[in-house]
C-alpha cells in the first residue's frame, strides 16, 4: 500500500484489517475544508466496508447503511457558493461487526445542524435540497394535496436566486430519497407525513403580517398560506394566528397575554419553521438508527466521522464560529495523536530521538472555551436581562483584547472581533450570536402544535419536556451529541429541565468534548481533503492554495515525522503470537523479548529498521509489510500442503462413487430385459384363453334367449287365470258385508227413535222439578247452613263417587288379568295346532318335489350361468358408470367449492357492511341518547328549582298563617264555636300538609285585622277573603262527613239488632262477612303494594316535583285510587254473589239415580256476566275443574243432565267478557294519553305566555319593569298557592274518606267476630283453623330499638328537640344522635304495630323541628345541626324502610332491623320537603351573616398592599396595611367560611350536603361582588380588577385546602373572574375585542358594556374605553341570546338534593347519654 497512491479504500481496508488483526475499536477521521469532498469520502469508506464485509444476516443490512446517505443527504445537505453538495451538518456513523467481523448494524449520530439556512439563505445558496426535492415533484397525484408549486414561489426557497443546480435532477433524487426511505423500514404513511411537515414548513413562510402600530400586528383574515398550514398541521386557525402575533408573559402570580410588534412576528415564525425542522430532522435521524440497529451483540466498530470543514465567508455568524471551534478541537486531537503521543511514547520507551517542533493550536481552544473565554461570557450576557450584542462585543474586548495573540477587533467596527485559527485568521459580526445562543420558541405555539390532530407532528413533540437525546434540538437549532457510546444512555430523573436551561454554546462544547473521549478511545485514521482550486472549476489545481491547506492541516509535519520515526509498534507478547508461525520449537524460549530479538536478527539483517523499548518493538516504514509477506509465504507453503493432501482424498472418493454406479446401472439393465421376455410369454397365454371364452359366451347367450321367451309365456298365462279366479272371490265377500252393515243400520235407527222419545220426556219432567227447587234456592241463597249442608251433601257424594270409582278400577284389573291368561292359553293351542299342520303340509312337499329335484337342479345350474355373465357385463358397465360419475363429482365439487369461496366472499362483505351500519347506528344513537340525558338532567333541575321554590313559598305562607292566627286569637275574646276534636286520620294528614290542617281547624271567624307592613293591602285582602271562604268550605265538608258517618253507624246497629233477632241466619252472615273482611284485606294489601310501586316508579323516573302534591301525576294517581276503591266494593258484592252460588251448584250436583235436578244455564250465564275480575272468572272456572274433576264413567253421570254444555257456554259468555274489558282498558289508556298530551299543550302554552309578558315588561323603563315583574310574581305565586291549597284539601278529603270507611269496616268485623266467638261451639271451635298468633321473644342482646310511654311524647319531644343544645350535642356526642334515637323509638311503635304511635310521633316530631327553627332561626349552628338531624333521619327511614334498592347498602344485622309494618314513603316525602325548607333557612342565615363582609372585603379591601399606589394624589385614598376599625377583609370572610365548615363538620352533615352550601355561599359572594362592581364607578380600575383576582384566587385556595373544588363553587365565581380580567386587558383595536368577546362567555351583553363604560384610568399609561371600541363589542355580541338583566340575582339558590347516605353505625350499639334527661325511655 505505501508504493499505491492513496486512495480512500486504501484507509478503508487499513481500518478493518487493524480491526480483525488487533481487535481494537477503529475511526475513520475525514476533514477538510468546505467542499473539499469530505462527504463523498465518507461515503465510499462505508461503500468499502459493506462490499468487504458483508451482514451476518439476510436482512441486508449493509445495504440499509448505504440507503441512509441519500436520506441524510437530502435533509441535511444544501447548496454553498463553495460546494454544490455541502453538508450542513456533522455525523458519526458506527458501523458494527461481530465476532467474524462481517456488518450487524450501525448507529448514527449528528452534530450542529444549520437551522438558520431554513430561514434564510444567502446568495447563490440554496435551502436543503428536501424542499427543491418537493417542489419538482409536486405534479404528483400524491402531492396534491400538499398544494404546492415552483420552488420560486416561496419565500424560504427563493431567497438565494439559484432554485437549480447544473446537472441535477431534482424530481429524480426525490424518486431515490423515497427508495431509500422505504428501504430503511420509513412507510409509506410516514414518508408521507414528513412530506407534509415540510410542505408546511414551506406555507409558514408565505406568512405575512401586517402592523397595527409599533407594538402589534395581526394576519388577515383568512390568510391562504396559514390557512393551508393549519389544514396540514391540523390544528386551529384561530389559535394558530393569535398565537403568531401574541405571546404571554408570566409573573408570580398573573399571566398575561401581550401582543408583538411585526419583526417580533417574523423573527417568532421563523423560529417556529427552525424548531419543526429540527424535530423532523432528529425523527428521522431516529428511524434511520432504529432501521440500523440489531439485536445480536456488538464486538467491535469502525466509525466513520464526516464533519464540517473549516469555513470562512464574508459575514461569518455563531454558526460558522461553532464549526471552526469545532475544527480546533479536532485538529488538535490530530496534534496530539500524531506529534505529542508518538514523541511521548518514544521518549516513555527510551528510543534514541530528536524532537520535532509542531504548531499547538490550544490558546485559541482557551480562548474560546475556557474560563471568561468567548463562550462563558456569551452565556453570562445570555443569563442578563437586558444583554444584547454590543455589551457582549464590549466584555470580549475588555477581558481579551491586548491580553491574547489572538484575538483582535477590526479596525472599522465595534460589533465585531477576529480570531486566528490554526487555518486563517476569521472575522466574526457579533450581531445574532446571543439570539441564536439562546433561539427561544415560544411556548404558546409548541402547545398548539402539540394538540394537533395530525398524530405525526404531535408525536414529534411528544417528548418535548424530556432531557435531549443525541440528535435533538437545541435551542439555538442546533443538533447536538448529548454522549459518545454507541447505545444511548437512559437520562437521570430530574435532570430534564436542567438540560434543557443549557445554551447552544455549553451543549455544544460538553459534546465535542464527548465526541474527543469516543476518539481517544479508538485507533484514528485521517483522511485529509485537499481542495484543488476555490471556483469549483474542474482539472484546474492551484499549488498555493493546496500547499496552504497541507500546512494548515498539518500534513507537511505528517510527513517529516513518519520519514524520521517508529510509525509500526508491537508489544513482545503481541509480536510473538502473530509471527510464531516463523519460529521453530527450538527457538521459543521462556524469555519473550529475547526470542523476538533472536528472531529478528535473523529475519531483518539492518539492525536501523527496528528499535527495542522496554514494552514494544518499533519498525521503521515497510518493516511490517516485509514479516508479513514472511509470514503469508510460510502459510501459504503449508496451505498447499493441506490441499495436496484433500485433492488427493477427493478424487480418490470420486473414483470409488464412480464405479458403484457403473454396477449399478448394469444389474438394473439385466433385471429389465428378463421382465420384458416375461410379460411376451404371460400375454400368449391370455389370449389363447380369452378366444375359448369368447366362444363359448356366444353359444350360451343364444341358449338363455330361448329359454326366457318360453318362461315368459307360461307366466302370462298362468296369472290370466289365477287373477279371474281372485275376482269372483272377492265380488262374494264384499256383498256379504253390505248385507251386514245395513241390517245393523236399520237396528240402530229403530232404538235411536226409541231412545229420543224418552229422554224429552225426561227432559221435560226434570225441568219442571228444576224450577220448583230454583225458588227453594233462592230463598236459602244467603244461608251459611244451608251452604254448610250443601258442602257436606257434595263431599259426601264426591267420597261415594270416588269409592266407587275404586271399586270398579279394582273390577277392571281382575278382568283384565283373567283375560290376560285365557288369551295366553288360546294363543298356545293355537301355535301348537299349527305346527302341527305346517308338518303335514311339508311332508307332502317332500315327497311330490322329490321327484322333480333333479330337474330343478339342472335348470338352477343354468340359470346361475347366465347371470354370471349377465352380472359380469353389468359389472364392467357399472364400473365404466362409477369412473364417469367419479369424474363428474369431483368437477362439481370444484364448482361447488368456487361457489362456497365466493358466497364466504360476500357473506362476509355482508358482515362487514351489517358491522358498520351498526356501529354507525351505535354511535348515532349514543350520541342522539347523550343528547337526550343532558337535555332530561337540565329539565329535571329547572322542575327541581320550581318546585322548592314553591315549597318556600308555602312555607312563607304558612308562618304568615300562624301569625295571623295568632293574632286573631289574641283579638278575639269569644272562644271558637264548634271547634271538635280532629281524629287520628286527621292529624295523619296534618303531618303531610301543615297548612291544609291549620286551616281545618280554624273556625269561620271574621279576618278584620291590618297585614304586616311589608305587603300591599289589596292584595292581601283578597288573599284573606279567600282564606275565609275555603275555610267555611272545609267546615261544610267536615260537618256532611260528620253526619254521613252517624248515619252509617245508625245503620251497623240496625243491621246488629236484625241480625240479633234472626238466629238461625247468623252463621251465614257470619261466614259472608268473614269472607267478605279477607277478600277486602287481601284486595287492600294488592292496591297498597300497586300503589308503593308506582310512587317508586315515579320516584326514580321523574322529578321530585312530579311527584309534589298537587302536580299532574299526583293527581292521575289520586283519581285511580277513587276509582279503584269505588269499584273494589262492587266487585266484592260479586265475587261473593258468584262464590255462594258455586257452592249452591256443587250441592244441587246428585248422583245419577237422582235425576230430579238440573242446573239453569241462564242462571249460570247471568252469574259469570257479572264478574268484572279477570282473576275471578278465573277463580271460579278452577273451582268448576275441581268439582267436575272425576274419572270418565263419572262425567258420563254428570255430563248426562247437559251440566258441563252450560259450564261451556259460560265459559264462551267469560271469555267475550274479558275480550271487552281488555278493550275498555285500553280505551282508558289512550283517554289518560290523551289528557297528559293536553296538559302538556297547556304548559306550553302557560310558556309561551309567560314569554310575551316578559317581551312587555321589557319595553317598559327600568322602574316600572321592576315593579311590574314584582306584582305579577306575586300575582302568580299567589294564585298558585291557592290552586295547590285546593288541590291538596281534595286530596285530603279523599283519603279521610277511605280511611273512615275503612276504620267503620274494622269495627263492623271487630264485632262480628267478637259476636261470632261468642254463638261458635266448641265442637265448631275444633274443626275451625286457628290463626297463628305473633309473639315476640324476648331477646337477650339490644334488637336497636327504644320503647317509650304514650304519655311520655311530649317530654321526649321537649328534651330532645326543643330543649336540645346544638354545641353540647355536636361536641360530646356522636353526630346524629337525636335522629337515631327518634327512628329507634318509631321502630318500636312499628315492632308493636301501633300505627297511631307511628303517626303521633313523626307529627310531634315535624312541629317539633319547625317551632324549634321558628323560634331560634337566625342561629346558624341550630339551623345546621337541625338541618344534618333531619338528612339522617330521611336516611334511616329509607335504610330501614325494606326497599331493595336500600337495603343492598346494609348490612345482614342492618337488614335485620327494616320495619315490619309500616310503609312510611309519604313521610319521607314531608321529611325532604322538610329539609329542603331548613336548607333554604340555612342560606338565607348565611347570606344575612356574609351581606356586609362581601362588598369590603372583596371590593374595598386592599389586600395587595400597595397596588394602588400608582395612581395620582387627586384620586388616591388612604390607604393603610391593617384594616380600619369596622371594616371587613378577605381574611374576615375566609374566617366565617372556615367556622361555617367546621360547624357543619361537627354536626356531621353530608358531604355532598356541605358542598351544595359551599356552592350557593361562593355563588352569593360573587353575586354580590360583580352587581357592586356594576354600580360603582370608582371600583372599575386595572388595579380594582388586579385586586380581585387576588382575592378571587385565595377563595379557590381555600378550597383546595378543604377538599372542596369538586364542588361547584369555583364555577360560581366565573362571572367575577372575567370582569376582573376584563378591566385587565387591552382595550383598543379589533383584535382586543374578538379576545373579549371570547374571554367572557360568562357575562351578558349588558354587563360587558357596563364595565367598558364605568372603566376609570388610574394613571397616566393607562386610557379610557373609545365609545367605538363599545359598539363594536356590541355589534359582535348581537347574536348572544342571554338576558338583558344588568344584575345578577343574588337571591336565586340552587335546587337542593339529598343522595341517600346510609349509615354504617349499628343501632344496638348506640346508647343514649343522662345528659340528655331521656331516662323515661328504655332500650329493647
Not at 421563523?270 to 424535530?279: E, Q, S, V
Not at 321502630?1387 to 304511635?1397: I, M, P, T, V
Amino acid at each position: 500500500m505505501g508504493d499505491m497512491d492513496p486512495h480512500i479504500f486504501a484507509v478503508a481496508e487499513e481500518a478493518y484489517k487493524q480491526m480483525a488483526r488487533d481487535e481494537r475499536n477503529q475511526s475513520i477521521i475525514v476533514s477538510g475544508e468546505s467542499g473539499a469532498g469530505k462527504t463523498v469520502s465518507a461515503k465510499y469508506a462505508m461503500r468499502y466496508f459493506a462490499t468487504v464485509s458483508g451482514s451476518a444476516s439476510e436482512a441486508n443490512v449493509e445495504e440499509k447503511v448505504l440507503a441512509s446517505n441519500p436520506i441524510m443527504e437530502s435533509i441535511g445537505n444544501a447548496k454553498t457558493t463553495r460546494n454544490d453538495n455541502s453538508s450542513r451538518f456533522g455525523k458519526y456513523i458506527e458501523i458494527g461487526f461481530d465476532k467474524r467481523y462481517r456488518i450487524i448494524g450501525a448507529n448514527m449520530r449528528t452534530y450542529l445542524l444549520e437551522k438558520s439556512r431554513v430561514v434564510f439563505q444567502a446568495e447563490e445558496e440554496r435551502n436543503y435540497h428536501i424542499f427543491y426535492q418537493l417542489c419538482a415533484s409536486a405534479a404528483l397525484p400524491e402531492f396534491k394535496t400538499l398544494r404546492l408549486g415552483n420552488a420560486n414561489y416561496f419565500h424560504y426557497t427563493k431567497q438565494g436566486g439559484s432554485p437549480v443546480i447544473d446537472g441535477i435532477d431534482d424530481a429524480k433524487e426525490m424518486v431515490h430519497t423515497r427508495q431509500a426511505c422505504s428501504l430503511l423500514g420509513i412507510n409509506d404513511s410516514h414518508q408521507m407525513g414528513i412530506f407534509r411537515i415540510l410542505a408546511g414548513i414551506l406555507h409558514l413562510g408565505n406568512v405575512g403580517f401586517t402592523s397595527r402600530d409599533a407594538d402589534s400586528c395581526t394576519i388577515p383574515h383568512k390568510h391562504e398560506p396559514l390557512t393551508i398550514f393549519c389544514d396540514l398541521m391540523g390544528v386551529e386557525y384561530q389559535e394558530m394566528s393569535h398565537w403568531l402575533c401574541h405571546r404571554k408573559l408570566a409573573t408570580a402570580s398573573e399571566t398575561y397575554i401581550k401582543p408583538i410588534s411585526k419583526l417580533q412576528a417574523i423573527n417568532a415564525r421563523d423560529a417556529l419553521a427552525k424548531h419543526i425542522y429540527a424535530k423532523l430532522f432528529n425523527w428521522i435521524v431516529d428511524h434511520v438508527n432504529k432501521a440500523l440497529h440489531s439485536t445480536v451483540k456488538q464486538h467491535s466498530f469502525i466509525g466513520v466521522l464526516d464533519i464540517y470543514g473549516f469555513e470562512t465567508f464574508e459575514i461569518n455568524s455563531f454558526e460558522q464560529f461553532c464549526i471552526n471551534y469545532a475544527n480546533e478541537k479536532l485538529q488538535q486531537q490530530f496534534n496530539m495523536h500524531v506529534f505529542k503521543l508518538e514523541q511521548e511514547e518514544y521518549m516513555k520507551e527510551q528510543i534514541p530521538w530528536t524532537l520535532i517542533d509542531f504548531y499547538d493550536n490550544q490558546p485559541c481552544i482557551n480562548l474560546i472555551e475556557a474560563k471568561l473565554g468567548i463562550l462563558d461570557l456569551l452565556d453570562e450576557e445570555c443569563k442578563m436581562p437586558k444583554g444584547s450584542d454590543d455589551s457582549w462585543a464590549q466584555k470580549l474586548y475588555n477581558t481579551h483584547l491586548k491580553k491574547c495573540a489572538l484575538f483582535e477587533k477590526p479596525r472599522m467596527s465595534n460589533k465585531a472581533f477576529i480570531i486566528q485559527h490554526f487555518a486563517d485568521k476569521v472575522e466574526y459580526q457579533c450581531e445574532g450570536f446571543l439570539e441564536k445562543n439562546k433561539d427561544t420558541v415560544y411556548e404558546e405555539q409548541i402547545k398548539v402544535l402539540k394538540s394537533s390532530k395530525f398524530k405525526m407532528l404531535s408525536e414529534l413533540f411528544r417528548d418535548e419536556e424530556k432531557a435531549l437525546s443525541p440528535t435533538s434540538a437545541t435551542p439555538s437549532g442546533r443538533t447536538l451529541l448529548s454522549r459518545t457510546a454507541v447505545k444511548p444512555a437512559k437520562a437521570r430523573p430530574g435532570q430534564a429541565s436542567k438540560e434543557h436551561k443549557k445554551t447552544v454554546g455549553h451543549q455544544f462544547r460538553n459534546s465535542l468534548h464527548l465526541l474527543m473521549e469516543t476518539l481517544n478511545a479508538t485507533t484514528p485514521h485521517y483522511v485529509r481533503c485537499i481542495k484543488p482550486n476555490d471556483f469549483k472549476f474542474p482539472f484546474t489545481f492551484d499549488e498555493k492554495r493546496a500547499v496552504q491547506q497541507l500546512r494548515a492541516c498539518g500534513v507537511l509535519e505528517t510527513i517529516r515525522i513518519s520519514a524520521a520515526g517508529f510509525p509500526s509498534r508491537w508489544t513482545y507478547q503481541e509480536f510473538f503470537s502473530r509471527y510464531r508461525v516463523l519460529m521453530k520449537q527450538k527457538d521459543v524460549l521462556s524469555d519473550r523479548k529475547q526470542t523476538c530479538k533472536n528472531l529478528l536478527e535473523k529475519l531483518i539483517l539492518d539492525k536501523d529498521k527496528y528499535q527495542f523499548g522496554k514494552t514494544k518493538i518499533f519498525f521503521r516504514a515497510g518493516q511490517v509489510a516485509y514479516l508479513e509477506k514472511i509470514r503469508a509465504d510460510k502459510l501459504r507453503v503449508a496451505c498447499i500442503r493441506i490441499q495436496k493432501t484433500i485433492r488427493g482424498w477427493l478424487m480418490r472418493k470420486k473414483y470409488l462413487r464412480m464405479r458403484k454406479a457403473a454396477i449399478t446401472i448394469q444389474r438394473y439393465v439385466r433385471g429389465y430385459q428378463a421382465r420384458c421376455y416375461a410379460k411376451f410369454l404371460r400375454r400368449t397365454r391370455a389370449a389363447i384363453l380369452i378366444q375359448k371364452f369368447q366362444r363359448m359366451y356366444v353359444v350360451r347367450k343364444r341358449y338363455h334367449l330361448m329359454r326366457a321367451a318360453t318362461i315368459v309365456l307360461q307366466s302370462l298365462l298362468r296369472g290370466y287365470i289365477a287373477r279371474n279366479k281372485y275376482q269372483r272371490m272377492l265380488r262374494e265377500h264384499k256383498a256379504i258385508i253390505i248385507q251386514k252393515h245395513v241390517r245393523g243400520w236399520l237396528a240402530r235407527v229403530r232404538y235411536r227413535r226409541s231412545l229420543k222419545a224418552i229422554v224429552y220426556l225426561q227432559c221435560c219432567y226434570r225441568r219442571m222439578m228444576a224450577k220448583r227447587e230454583l225458588k227453594k234456592l233462592k230463598i236459602e241463597a244467603r244461608s251459611v247452613e244451608r251452604y254448610k249442608k250443601l258442602n257436606i251433601g257434595m263431599e259426601n257424594k264426591i267420597m261415594q263417587l270416588q269409592r266407587k270409582v275404586d271399586e270398579q278400577n279394582k273390577d277392571y284389573k281382575s278382568l283384565l288379568e283373567k283375560l290376560t291368561n285365557l288369551e295366553t292359553t288360546y294363543n298356545t293351542e293355537n301355535e301348537k295346532l299349527r305346527s302341527d299342520v305346517e308338518r303335514l303340509r311339508m311332508s307332502e312337499e317332500e315327497a311330490k318335489n322329490a321327484t322333480n329335484r333333479v330337474n330343478m337342479l339342472q335348470e338352477e345350474i343354468t340359470k346361475l350361468r347366465k347371470e354370471l355373465h349377465q352380472t359380469q357385463s353389468e359389472k364392467k358397465t357399472i364400473e365404466e358408470w362409477a369412473d364417469k360419475y367419479k369424474q363428474q363429482t369431483e368437477q362439481l365439487v370444484s364448482e361447488l367449492k368456487e361457489q362456497n369461496t365466493s358466497l364466504k366472499k360476500e357473506k362476509e362483505e355482508l358482515n362487514r357492511r351489517i358491522h358498520d351500519q351498526a356501529k354507525e347506528m351505535t354511535e348515532t344513537m349514543e350520541k342522539k341518547l347523550v343528547e337526550e340525558t343532558k337535555q332530561l338532567e337540565l329539565d329535571l333541575n329547572d322542575e327541581r328549582l320550581r318546585y322548592q321554590n314553591l315549597l318556600n313559598e308555602f312555607s312563607r305562607l304558612e308562618e304568615r298563617y300562624e301569625d295571623l292566627k295568632d293574632e286573631v286569637n289574641l283579638m278575639v275574646s269569644i272562644p271558637k264555636p264548634g271547634h271538635k276534636r280532629t281524629d287520628s286520620t286527621h292529624s295523619s294528614n296534618e303531618s303531610e300538609y301543615t297548612f291544609s290542617s291549620e286551616i281545618t281547624e280554624t273556625e269561620d271567624l271574621p279576618l278584620r285585622m291590618e297585614e304586616p307592613s311589608e305587603k300591599k293591602a289589596p292584595l292581601d285582602m283578597s288573599l284573606f277573603l279567600k282564606l275565609q271562604k275555603r275555610v267555611t268550605e272545609l267546615e261544610q265538608e267536615k260537618q256532611s262527613l260528620q253526619d254521613e258517618l252517624d248515619r252509617k253507624e245508625e245503620q251497623a246497629l240496625r243491621t246488629k239488632t236484625r241480625e240479633e233477632e234472626r238466629p238461625p241466619m247468623r252463621g251465614a252472615e257470619l261466614e259472608y262477612e268473614s269472607l267478605k273482611r279477607q277478600e277486602l284485606e287481601s284486595e287492600n294489601k294488592k292496591l297498597k303494594n300497586e300503589l308503593n310501586e308506582l310512587q317508586k316508579a315515579l320516584l326514580e323516573k321523574s322529578s321530585p316535583e312530579v311527584t309534589a302534591p298537587g302536580a299532574p301525576a299526583y293527581r292521575v294517581l289520586l283519581d285511580q285510587l277513587t276509582s279503584v276503591s269505588e269499584e273494589l266494593d262492587v266487585r266484592k258484592e260479586e265475587v261473593l254473589i258468584l262464590r255462594s252460588q258455586l257452592v249452591s251448584q256443587k250441592e244441587a250436583i246428585q248422583p245419577k239415580e237422582d235425576k230430579n235436578t238440573m242446573t239453569d244455564s241462564t242462571i249460570l250465564l247471568e252469574d259469570v256476566q257479572k264478574m268484572k275480575d279477570k282473576g275471578e272468572i278465573a277463580q271460579a272456572y278452577i273451582g268448576l275443574k275441581e268439582t267436575n274433576r272425576q274419572s270418565l264413567q263419572d262425567y258420563h253421570m254428570l255430563n248426562e243432565d247437559g251440566e258441563l254444555w252450560l259450564v261451556y257456554e259460560g265459559l264462551k259468555q267469560t271469555n267475550r267478557l274479558l275480550e271487552s274489558q281488555l278493550q275498555s282498558q285500553k280505551k282508558s289508556h289512550d283517554n289518560e294519553l290523551e289528557a297528559l298530551r293536553g296538559e302538556i299543550q297547556s304548559l306550553k302554552e302557560e310558556n309561551n305566555r309567560q314569554q310575551q309578558l316578559l317581551a312587555q315588561n321589557l319595553q317598559l323603563p327600568p322602574e316600572a319593569r321592576i315593579e311590574a315583574s314584582l306584582q305579577h310574581e306575586i300575582t302568580r305565586l299567589t294564585n298558585e298557592n291557592l290552586d295547590l291549597m285546593e288541590q291538596l284539601e281534595k286530596q285530603d278529603k279523599t283519603v279521610r274518606k277511605l280511611k273512615k270507611q275503612l276504620k267503620v269496616f274494622a269495627k263492623k268485623i271487630g264485632e262480628l267476630e267478637v259476636g261470632q266467638m261468642e254463638n261458635i261451639s266448641p265442637g265448631q271451635i275444633i274443626d275451625e283453623p286457628i290463626r297463628p298468633v305473633n309473639i315476640p321473644r324476648k331477646e337477650k342482646d339490644f334488637q336497636g330499638m327504644l320503647d317509650y310511654k304514650k304519655d311520655d311524647e311530649p317530654k321526649l319531644v321537649k328534651n330532645l328537640i326543643l330543649d336540645l343544645k346544638p354545641r353540647g350535642v355536636a361536641v360530646n356526642l356522636i353526630p346524629g344522635l337525636p335522629a337515631y334515637i327518634l327512628f329507634m323509638c318509631v321502630r318500636h311503635a312499628d315492632y308493636l304495630n301501633d300505627d297511631q304511635k307511628v303517626r303521633s310521633l313523626l307529627t310531634s316530631t315535624i312541629n317539633g323541628i319547625k317551632k324549634v327553627l321558628k323560634k331560634r332561626g337566625d342561629d346558624f349552628e341550630t339551623v345546621s345541626f337541625w338541618l344534618s338531624n333531619t338528612c339522617r333521619f330521611l336516611h334511616c327511614l329509607k335504610q330501614y324502610s325494606g326497599e331493595e334498592g336500600f337495603m343492598k347498602h346494609n348490612t345482614p344485622r342492618q337488614n335485620e332491623h327494616c320495619l315490619t309494618n309500616f310503609d312510611l314513603a309519604e313521610y319521607r316525602q314531608v321529611l325532604s320537603d322538610l329539609a329542603i325548607q331548613i336548607y333554604q333557612q340555612l342560606v338565607r342565615v348565611l347570606e344575612n351573616i356574609l351581606q356586609p363582609m362581601i362588598v369590603s372585603g372583596m371590593l374595598e379591601h386592599e389586600t395587595i398592599q400597595g397596588v394602588s399606589g400608582v395612581k395620582p394624589p387627586g384620586l388616591r385614598k388612604r390607604t393603610s396595611s391593617i384594616a380600619d376599625e369596622g371594616t371587613y377583609t378577605l381574611d374576615s370572610i375566609i374566617r366565617q367560611l372556615n367556622t361555617f365548615h367546621s360547624v357543619m363538620c361537627q354536626h356531621g352533615m353530608d358531604p355532598e350536603l356541605i358542598k351544595q352550601v359551599v356552592k350557593q355561599t361562593f355563588y352569593i359572594t360573587g353575586a354580590v361582588t360583580l352587581n357592586n362592581l356594576l354600580l360603582r364607578k370608582d371600583m372599575c380600575s386595572w388595579s380594582k380588577g388586579m385586586q380581585i383576582r387576588y382575592n378571587v384566587s385565595q377563595l379557590e385556595e381555600w378550597l383546595r385546602d378543604k377538599n372542596l373544588m369538586n364542588s361547584g363553587a369555583k364555577e360560581t365565581l366565573e362571572p367575577l373572574i372575567q370582569a376582573a380580567q376584563l378591566l385587565q386587558v387591552k382595550k383598543k383595536t379589533d383584535e382586543d375585542a374578538e379576545a373579549i368577546c371570547s374571554m367572557c362567555n360568562a357575562l351578558t351583553t349588558a354587563q360587558i358594556v357596563k364595565v367598558l363604560n364605568l372603566y376609570t384610568p388610574v394613571n397616566e399609561f393607562e386610557e379610557r374605553v373609545s365609545i367605538s371600541f363599545i359598539r363594536t363589542i356590541q355589534m359582535r355580541l348581537r347574536d348572544r341570546k342571554d338576558s338583558p338583566q344588568l344584575l345578577m340575582d343574588a337571591k336565586h339558590i340552587f335546587p337542593v338534593t339529598f343522595p341517600f347516605n346510609p349509615s354504617s353505625l349499628a343501632l344496638e350499639t348506640i346508647q343514649i347519654p343522662a345528659s340528655l334527661g331521656l331516662a323515661f325511655i328504655s332500650r329493647v
